[in-house]
Each structure stands twice: as C-alpha cells, then as structure tokens.
C-alpha cells in the first residue's frame, strides 16, 4: 500500500506564504505526474498545478504567477509554494500522484486545509 502523506497547510494572512509538501510512503518506480488540486467551499475540486515527470508545469488561470509546483524524484515528493495568497485561495488541497507503465492508477493524499483570512 502507497501512502501519500501531505503537510504545510494552516491559517495565514492574506499576502503571506506557504508550502505544502506531499511525499509517498515508500518509493514509487513510475510516476507519470504530480499535481495538486483544491476545493473550496460550495465550489468542484479543480486543478491548481500538475507537472508530468520530464515535462514542464500548467496552472490554473488563477494561481498563474503566484503558485509554483516542484519535485523532488529522489524522495517521491511534491511541492507547492504558494505566495501572495488570498482570501479565495482558502480551500482544502489534496495532492495526487498518477503512476504506472501501461495503465495509470491514481493515489490521493488526506487532504490539507488552507486558511487565508486576517
């Protein structure tokens, strides 16, 4: 069983910063992408960030210029640096992993609250 453990969430001021941090349980020879969804109260789940391993990053229109994902292979992990945060960004964030060669499953972490409010 894979495991994916996230953490870094919490309350913040509007304008201020914070990164979260997804990692795998145990090392996870294929992964395809990494990426990071959210969903905010009365509003769908919907993609913020997701980077394709050997490829290059998409945002969401609205975290363009504030949001950036990265990975770290060696240690199964996925960040998200989140600056200039705002009110709207308020959600719970959810990481996943797509893995595997000739089909693709998906693995989902616990799901991280992320407060902006002064």
């Known amino acids: 069983q894979v495991q994916l453990v996230e953490s870094g969430g919490g309350l913040v001021q509007p304008g201020g910063s914070l990164r979260l941090s997804c990692a795998a349980s145990?090392?996870?020879?294929?992964?395809?992408?990494m990426g990071w969804y959210r969903q905010a109260p009365g509003k769908e789940r919907e993609l913020v960030a997701i980077?394709?391993?050997?490829?290059?990053?998409n945002y969401a229109d609205s975290v363009k210029g504030r949001f950036t994902i990265s990975r770290d292979n060696a240690k199964n992990t996925v960040y998200l640096e989140m600056n200039s945060l705002r009110p709207e960004d308020t959600a719970v964030y959810y990481c996943?992993?797509?893995?595997?060669?000739?089909?693709?499953?998906?693995?989902w972490g616990q799901g991280t609250q992320v407060t902006v409010s002064s």
């Open positions: 996943n992993f797509r893995v595997g060669l000739l089909y693709a499953d998906d693995y």
């Open positions: 145990r090392n996870i020879a294929i992964i395809k992408t």
């Open positions: 980077i394709p391993t050997g490829g290059t990053p």
